[in-house]
Structures are given as C-alpha cells and as structure tokens.
C-alpha cells in the first residue's frame, strides 16, 4: 500500500500535517456562510463537512443536495463526508442500513472526496463500505472516537490496524485524556502504527491536556489535525490561522 494518499493534488501522509476544519452549520444558509468564511479568511487543506449537525440529516435528498451546494462553493477544497453518530459524539443517530446508504449515496454523487466510516459500525458494513467507495473513485477514512477515556496502548494499535484490515485508505483515532500521561499513551500508538509504514493515519487526544497532540502529532506519525474557523467541531481544537503558524515553525 502507497504511504500516501493523493486527495485532490493535497498529498495525505507527507510534509506538513494537512489542516482540516469542520462545517458545523444546521442550516443551509449557515453552511454557506462558514463555507465562504473558510474560502475568505482560512488557509486550509481539507473541509469536513459534519452532516450530523445538519437540521435535515434524515433526509438523503436534502443531504445530497446541500452536499453538492458544499461542492460548488468549496471548488477545489477536498471535501470530507462525515455522518458522526451520537454513540461517537454526534448529534444523532441513524439506523445502520440509513447510515450506509447515506455513505453510498455521497461517494456515488461524486461530490465528497473522501467519506467517513465508523469503524463500529460493524465489519461486514464497513468492509463493503470501504469497497464500494474505492470503487466509486473517493478515499475511506474508517474513524473510531472515545469521548470517556484513552485506551491501553496495545488497544489503540488494534483499533488503527483493524480499520486498515477493514479497508481505510486513512485510519483515524480521537480520545479523551484524563492524564497527560493518556496523551503519551496516544502518541506512543500513533508511532507505533506509522512506523509500520503501511499508509497515512489521522490521531488526536482531545480537549486542553491533548491540544499537544494537534500540533506535535505529526512528529509521531499523525498525517492530518482538525483547527477551528468559526465553530469547533470537538474540545481542544484550536483556530485555523494559531494552528497554521505553529505547524510551519515546527514542520518547515
């Protein structure tokens, strides 16, 4: 497997870590006005829109449609399609067999470049997940969030070789910290994995006591960090244009 992942010209896995912020609108007209703060003021690379939050989620009508707004005035920005359920700290949830068509569809309408899986979802589901959206021509983040605690080391590992056995082009992984040794614990597995070389993987520990690893993680094998425009999306994520200044000092 490549050690990168090329999504729109920005290659995932090299260099600096890429910079993704979250649209977090609950209405059209509040998307469009993040999607035009991010195109005016923020210097990014990717844009993950977090469906979740969307007041007409349940519909995948309304859903593709404001996807392919989301297209239009992002232009060239790669565009992340995440549906973050409520057991993983979403705003909802949908039915499994809901969930997987709404990720079907996305990938099909050629709108989102990459989508987001849950990697507890179930194997199967996500298996054929990952299949049908490297089928379809766009990449698989298979995701797993913690917002209660950080697991064991050995635990970690599993979780991000088992999203890539289960077909991620980008495992991913976000915790919560109650120590500062739990943000040791992260990082120790982020190397771990990317050590073994076998493509791109996205990791985080939340909140204050984890912000280190949004701006450090790449020294440990993170390929992307998650910043701030207008809303933060989860706790510890800091402002796009900090961030931004930070990653250059350290990874230039």
């Known amino acids: ?15 600096v870590p890429k910079i993704c912020v979250s649209l977090t609108g609950r209405t059209k007209e509040e998307l469009r006005e993040e999607a035009e703060l991010l195109l005016r003021t923020t210097d990014l690379d990717f844009a993950e829109w977090r469906v979740d939050f969307f007041e007409n989620a349940d519909s995948a009508e309304a859903v593709l449609e404001q996807l392919a707004e989301l297209r239009n005035l992002l232009g060239d920005i790669p565009l992340i399609f995440t549906f973050r359920s409520a057991r993983e700290g979403g705003q909802r949830e949908l039915t499994t067999e809901a969930y997987t068509r709404l990720n079907r569809e996305a990938a099909a309408s050629g709108h989102a470049d990459v989508i987001d899986i849950e990697l507890f979802t179930g194997d199967e589901v996500v298996r054929e997940l990952t299949a049908e959206v490297k089928r379809l021509d766009a990449v698989s983040i298979v995701s797993n969030h913690d917002f209660d605690a950080t697991p064991a080391q ?17 495992p991913k992984i976000a915790v919560m910290p109650r120590n500062p040794g739990d943000v040791l614990t992260l990082l120790a ?11 791109p993987i996205i990791t985080m520990s939340m909140d204050k006591t984890g912000v280190v690893s949004r701006i450090a993680g790449g020294t440990f094998g993170s390929a992307l960090t998650f910043g ?25």
Request: charged residues 25%; hydrophobic residues 45%; without cysteine.
């Open 228 to 252: 701030a425009a207008k809303n933060v999306s989860a706790p510890g994520q800091l402002a796009v244009a900090e961030l931004k200044g930070i990653l250059n000092a350290l990874y230039a």
């Open 154 to 170: 050995a635990e970690l590992v599993s979780r991000l070789r088992r999203a890539r056995e289960l077909g991620a082009d980008i």
């Open 1 to 15: 497997m490549s050690r990168i992942v090329e999504i729109r010209g920005i290659r995932v896995g090299e260099g």
């Open 189 to 199: 597995a982020t190397y771990e994995v990317s050590s073994e070389q076998q493509g």
